[in-house]
């Protein structure tokens, strides 16, 4: 399995708000604020719209948010639109200099 | 504006060697402000970091890869390469190229992505 866990899957109506969870260990997200979060619409490149917790690069919608809490991070939506629809994935900096990844979470919008 | 794009064959047999290469368009790989790493995804899986190699040559990776792997930089192609030895099943993945700034800890440009699966 991969190293943060994160869910399945997540899903909102329109407009409605979702959050994602990723939880690691105190090597990696309790250990470091170098969480970043990845869009990935199948087929394209992966985007990057969340870095170090909860800094969001230009040009991403401020309707994405994130923030953590001891080893866990968390990614929220809000006024969730059909474009949302996506694989998100939760990385963060880890002890060895390495990186760790979650499983990623489908979101769906209903 | 800079893009990534990872290219190789897509069927490598058992034991064989997988060699992928990354190219980098609108933008020097010649640049001292990024480290350009490898990322690979298992079907069904989520995502693995695989290793990262700067413009130098010095290069850095996952220990549980670091006996099969080997990552170089062509400048004069704008290119990084990944070669992977030995390769069983369980190397079939989707294989990143993506960028990440010197001083940085997040990965602010990624390429599509290639599918490479390991079978006879």
């Known amino acids: 399995q991969s190293a943060l866990t994160q869910p399945a899957s997540v899903s909102g109506s329109p407009g409605q708000s979702i959050t994602i969870s990723c939880t690691g260990t105190s090597g990696d997200v309790g250990a470091y604020n170098f969480v970043s979060w990845y869009q990935h619409h199948p087929g394209k490149a992966p985007k990057l719209i969340i870095c170090?917790?909860?800094s969001r690069p230009s040009g991403v919608s401020n309707r994405f948010s994130g923030s953590k809490s001891g080893n866990t991070a968390s990614l929220a939506i809000s006024g969730l639109q059909a474009e949302d629809e996506a694989d998100y994935y939760c990385s963060s900096y880890a002890t060895s200099s390495t990186w760790v990844f979650g499983g990623g979470t489908k979101v769906t919008v209903l | 504006q800079v893009q990534l794009q990872e290219s190789g064959p897509g069927l490598v047999e058992p034991s064989q060697t997988l060699s992928l290469t990354c190219t980098v368009s609108g933008g020097s790989i010649g640049n001292d402000d990024y480290y350009w790493t490898w990322i690979r995804q298992p079907p069904g899986k989520g995502l693995v970091w695989i290793g990262y190699?700067?413009?130098?040559?010095?290069?850095y990776s996952q220990s549980s890869l670091r006996s099969r792997l080997t990552m170089s930089v062509d400048a004069s192609k704008n290119q990084v390469s990944l070669k992977l030895s030995s390769v069983t099943v369980a190397d079939t993945a989707v294989y990143y190229c993506?960028?990440?700034?010197?001083?940085?800890?997040?990965?602010?440009?990624w390429g599509r992505g290639t599918l490479v699966t390991v079978s006879s």
């Open positions: 170090d917790v909860s």
């Open positions: 190699i700067f413009y130098s040559g010095s290069t």
């Open positions: 993506a960028r990440i700034g010197r001083w940085e800890y997040e990965f602010d440009l």
